[in-house]
């Protein structure tokens, strides 16, 4: 299943966490959601993302939506150094390359900032070699 390639549009989550987290992550539309193989289940994966013909590392997630009591799935990606501005509306491809760890809830604040910096050190070591081709 893994690589897996889609593409979709960007469009609004519900402003919570992302930028706030310092990760803003671009939620993808319902289609990507419900066209996801079963065997790609919720956690943290890496892998690379286009934006107007721009390759970028991104660090994605599989979750569930808490605002839809948890039944409805999510598909949000973080776009490594990426340094523009919103572009809510534009059409996003990517490839997922690999998995990075399961969902989990932490504890505090620090430690899931702490988590996702490492989850973004996994996804650009991951996805170093795909850049260059
Ligand atoms: P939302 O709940 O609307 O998804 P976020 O706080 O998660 O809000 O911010 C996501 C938005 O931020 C994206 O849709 C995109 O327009 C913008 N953005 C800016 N920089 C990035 C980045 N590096 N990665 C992903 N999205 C980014
Ligand atoms: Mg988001």
Same mark, same amino acid.
Not at 37 to 42: A, H, I, R, T
Not at 81 to 85: E, I, K, L, T
């Given at each position: 299943m893994i690589p897996y390639r889609f593409e979709g549009e960007v469009v609004r989550g519900f402003g919570r966490g992302g930028k706030e987290l310092g990760c803003p992550t671009a939620n993808m539309d319902d289609s990507v959601v419900q066209n996801l193989?079963?065997?790609?289940?919720?956690g943290v994966y890496y892998g690379t993302a286009m934006l107007d013909g721009e390759k970028y590392s991104m660090a994605m997630s599989i979750g569930w939506n808490p605002q839809y009591q948890n039944e409805k799935k999510t598909v949000e990606i973080h776009l490594i150094?990426?340094? *523009? *501005?919103d572009f809510y509306g534009k059409r996003l491809s990517a490839v997922i390359i690999g998995f990075i760890r399961e969902m989990k809830s932490f504890g505090s604040l620090d430690e899931l900032k702490s988590a996702i910096a490492k989850d973004i050190e996994v996804a650009r070591r991951g996805t170093v070699d795909q850049n260059k081709l």
């Open positions: 193989p079963e065997s790609l289940q919720v150094d990426y340094a *523009g *501005g």
